[in-house]
T-cell receptor, first 111, second 113 residues
Framework: QKEVEQNSGPLSVPEGAIASLNCTYS??????FFWYRQYSGKSPELIMS????GDKEDGRFTAQLNKASQYVSLLIRDSQPSDSATYLC???????????FGSGTRLSIRP | GAGVSQTPSNKVTEKGKYVELRCDPI?????LYWYRQSLGQGPEFLIY????????DSGLPNDRFFAVRPEGSVSTLKIQRTERGDSAVYLC???????????FGDGTRLSIL
C-alpha cells in the first residue's frame, strides 16, 4: 500500500465550479500536510499547508484535514482555467522527517 | 539568488558515466532536500540535509548515489555508473527550517542513453 494515495484523474471541472481533490495517507502519526500545484514541465509550488483537524482557507483554496479518517482534501472555489495543473498531496510524519508525496491528481478546468 | 537554483537544467549522458547535479538553495535556508520525479509520479524523496550533515538519506536507491553539502549551502548529488533507470527529473528544495515550507528549484532533467 502506498503511503500517500491520490486519484490520478484527470478530474474535469467547469470554469466557475468547485474542484474537490482528495488524498488519504497510511501513517496515523503524520503531523503535517501540504498541497502543491505543479504545472506541466515545472517544479512543484506550495499552495497550502495544514497541521490541525478542520478547515483552513486561503483565498479560493480551502484545505480540510481529518486525522481520524487519515484524509486530507483541497477545495478550489470559482475554478479558473489557470488552475489546470497536477495537484500533489504531501505528508510529513514529524517536523524532522522527510515529506512523502502522492502521485498527484491532474485537474482540468474547462471553459 | 531569489530562488533555488539547479544546474544543469538538462543533462544527457551515456550509460555507465558519472554525473554531478548541483543545487544552490535560497540564502539562509538551512534545510536542503533532493527528490527524483519520473513522468506521472510525485517527487520521490532521496536525501535531506540540515546544515552540512545528511539528516536522512533513506531514500537513496543504492550506493551509486551520494550527496554532499560541505559548507551548509550548495549541495551536489553524485551518481556513479549511471543506468537508464536513473533517467528522471531531479528536484532540489530548501526551507528555512526542517518544519518550514519547502521551495523547489526548476530541476535537472537527466537522460541516460
Amino acid at each position: 500500500q502506498k503511503e500517500v494515495e491520490q486519484n490520478s484523474g484527470p478530474l474535469s471541472v467547469p470554469e466557475g465550479a468547485i474542484a474537490s481533490l482528495n488524498c488519504t495517507y497510511s501513517d496515523r502519526g503524520s503531523q503535517s500536510f501540504f498541497w502543491y500545484r505543479q504545472y506541466s514541465g515545472k517544479s512543484p509550488e506550495l499552495i497550502m499547508s495544514i497541521y490541525s483537524n478542520g478547515d483552513k482557507e486561503d483565498g479560493r483554496f480551502t484545505a480540510q484535514l481529518n486525522k481520524a479518517s487519515q484524509y486530507v482534501s483541497l477545495l478550489i472555489r470559482d475554478s479558473q482555467p489557470s488552475d489546470s495543473a497536477t495537484y500533489l498531496c504531501a505528508v510529513r510524519y514529524s517536523s524532522a522527517s522527510k515529506i512523502i508525496f502522492g502521485s498527484g491528481t491532474r485537474l482540468s478546468i474547462r471553459p | 539568488g531569489a530562488g533555488v537554483s539547479q544546474t544543469p537544467s538538462n543533462k544527457v549522458t551515456e550509460k555507465g558515466k558519472y554525473v554531478e547535479l548541483r543545487c544552490d538553495p535560497i540564502s539562509g535556508h538551512t534545510a536542503l532536500y533532493w527528490y527524483r520525479q519520473s513522468l506521472g509520479q510525485g517527487p520521490e524523496f532521496l536525501i535531506y540535509f540540515q546544515g552540512t550533515g545528511a539528516a536522512d538519506d533513506s531514500g537513496l536507491p543504492n550506493d551509486r548515489f551520494f550527496a554532499v553539502r560541505p559548507e551548509g549551502s550548495v549541495s551536489t548529488l553524485k551518481i556513479q555508473r549511471t543506468e537508464r533507470g536513473d533517467s528522471a527529473v531531479y528536484l532540489c528544495a530548501s526551507s528555512f527550517g526542517e518544519d518550514q515550507p519547502q521551495h523547489f528549484g526548476d530541476g535537472t532533467r537527466l537522460s541516460i542513453l
